[in-house]
């Protein structure tokens, strides 16, 4: 049995690691997970590369809820992703979300179970990522934002929904550099230590106003981790309606319209990197 599940990325509204409370809004960069049953044990492969550990823990726990052994049924998968690893786009959140689905959809099928619900799923992925390092919050804005689509804002401490609606839709255009910077590698206390700033940007999400919490929220961030915030800065001045750091970095985004677009590309083309095109996505994770 085959089954494959694509998992939109998401860029960051409220960064949660200073205050535990997030932001984010769906991106139409994705993970695919290939997945199919095998006669035993967990099988992971991706194509960029990256350790498998997180998708193996994914498979592992869907295995464990459903009580099923590797000796007697396994799971084959790989990924494909068009989603930048370790840029604060959410990477870590789609690929666990995807893993969990399909695999929880292939065990359903093959033995006439219940398949996970959304919470669930979403639940069980972020408690693979918090095993394996990759996130410090356990990041249940992202998660849910790649899962839905659409924008949340989060209480993520308590994994909460405070706002869950469709996003509107935008072009966004996402700058990338030519470094990566890892969620677990972030100084945590520097970044808790903006935590008055960071309340305010928040406040501004929670009254769905969007803009302003993602142009607030990025000053903050990128000066408390040491990203040049004149990148977010030149879009706003090339007409971006939004600009901000994502996540921890180092990816920065802006939403733009026909109007502002080469603008933006234009003032970004002077830093080393590339822009990458792309939308709002409000599908979520789906089955293909």
């Not at 992971?44 to 052994?69: P, R, S, W």
């Not at 990477?91 to 065990?107: E, M």
């Not at 972030?186 to 999400?205: G, I």
């Amino acid at each position: 049995m085959k089954k494959m599940v694509r998992s939109p990325g998401s860029a960051t509204i409220i960064n949660a690691i200073a205050t535990g409370f997030g932001s984010a809004f769906g991106i139409g960069l994705d993970i695919r997970c290939e997945a199919k049953s095998i006669s035993k044990g967990i099988e992971c492969a991706n194509d960029v590369g990256a350790d498998t550990k997180l998708m193996e823990l994914c498979v592992q726990k869907v295995f464990n809820h459903y009580d099923i052994g590797g000796e007697d049924f396994g799971i084959s998968l790989k990924t494909k992703s068009s989603l930048p690893m370790a840029s604060g786009l959410s990477s870590s959140s789609a690929s666990s979300n995807a893993i969990v689905k399909v695999t929880s959809q292939i065990i359903a099928e093959e033995f006439g179970l219940k398949p996970l619900t959304d919470l669930e799923t979403i639940n069980m992925a972020i408690d693979a990522s918090l095993d394996a390092g990759v996130t410090i919050t356990g990041s249940f804005d992202d998660a849910t934002a790649s899962y839905f689509g659409g924008v949340v804002v989060t209480d993520n401490r308590n994994r909460k929904f405070i706002i869950k609606e469709r996003m509107d839709e935008h072009d966004i255009l996402i700058y990338m550099p030519d470094f990566h910077s890892k969620s677990g590698d972030s100084d945590v206390e520097r970044m808790r230590v903006m935590a008055p700033l960071v309340e305010t940007a928040y406040d501004f999400a929670s009254r769905r106003d969007y803009f302003r919490a993602i142009n607030l929220n990025g000053l903050i961030y990128a000066s408390a981790l040491g990203f040049d915030s004149a990148i977010a800065i030149d879009a706003l001045q090339a007409g971006a309606s939004a600009s901000g750091l994502s996540g921890t970095g180092s990816a920065f985004f802006a939403v733009v319209d026909d109007d502002s677009t080469g603008s933006v590309q234009d003032a970004w083309s002077k830093y080393d990197g590339q822009v990458i095109e792309t939308v709002t996505d409000n599908d979520g994770c789906c089955l293909l």
